[in-house]
T-cell receptor, first 113, second 114 residues
Framework: ETGVTQTPRHLVMGMTNKKSLKCEQH?????MYWYKQSAKKPLELMFV???????ENNSVPSRFSPECPNSSHLFLHLHTLQPEDSALYLC????????????FGSGTRLTVV | AQKVTQAQTEISVVEKEDVTLDCVYE???????LFWYKQPPSGELVFLIR??????QNEISGRYSWNFQKSTSSFNFTITASQVVDSAVYFC???????????FGAGTRLTVKP
């Protein structure tokens, strides 16, 4: 149990499907992040939420749609994805103290077929 | 601008060898924090260590040790007597005080062979 829980752990979806990834933390953190990690590539920051407000969108295609209903939950809604979107999607959280690192979830391994 | 460079993309060693993973960073901030994370095949990034910019003392934790040198902007990580279970991707990261964003290096994939 890492403190950050991501579901599902694995997801296979077709290009016309709509699915959602879920991230949940009860660590009292107020900032949450979505990262994409493709095979043999660096971590790519996708979205940042601070106190439920989106503070960063790193030029992510609109087929990825984040939602943060409260400080403990973060979703990533997926629709009409492409095979190149297959990757490990990691959620992380932290508080606003710069001295703290991020706590990561175990990730959702997404395969788009 | 902040930047973290891990020049070693992949390293392969034989069990019981010592191995050092390099990390070089760039920042204009005076107060910042450096981190190392381990990502085993399961996917989750596991926190290993945090150092603040005012504390250049090296740290040892079991077989792990970290060498922080402000003069060269480096925060290297050494594994002594490596084991197969050390096989993972290791990330170095930088975060400034008051800044939510953490900059990650590209990661170093370490393979320890039996």
């Amino acid at each position: 149990e890492t403190g950050v829980t991501q579901t599902p752990r694995h997801l296979v979806m077709g290009m016309t499907n709509k699915k959602s990834l879920k991230c949940e933390q009860h660590l009292g953190h107020n900032a949450m992040y979505w990262y994409k990690q493709s095979a043999k590539k660096p971590l790519e920051l996708m979205f940042v939420y601070n106190f439920k407000e989106q503070t960063e969108n790193n030029s992510v295609p609109s087929r990825f749609s984040p939602e943060c209903p409260n400080s403990s939950h973060l979703f990533l809604h997926l629709h009409t994805l492409q095979p190149e979107d297959s990757a490990l999607y990691l959620c992380a959280s932290t508080n606003n103290e710069g001295s703290n690192g991020y706590t990561f979830g175990s990730g959702t391994r997404l395969t788009v077929v | 601008a902040q930047k973290v460079t891990q020049a070693q993309t992949e390293i392969s060693v034989v069990e019981k060898e010592d191995v050092t993973l390099d990390c070089v960073y760039e920042t204009r901030d005076t107060t910042y924090y450096l981190f190392w994370y381990k990502q085993p095949p399961s996917g989750e990034l596991v926190f290993l260590i945090r150092r603040n910019s005012f504390d250049e003392q090296n740290e040892i934790s079991g077989r792990y040790s970290w060498n922080f040198q402000k003069s060269t902007s480096s925060f290297n990580f050494t594994i002594t007597a490596s084991q197969v279970v050390d096989s993972a991707v290791y990330f170095c990261a930088l975060r400034s005080l008051g800044n939510n964003d953490m900059r990650f290096g590209a990661g170093t994939r370490l393979t320890v062979k039996p």
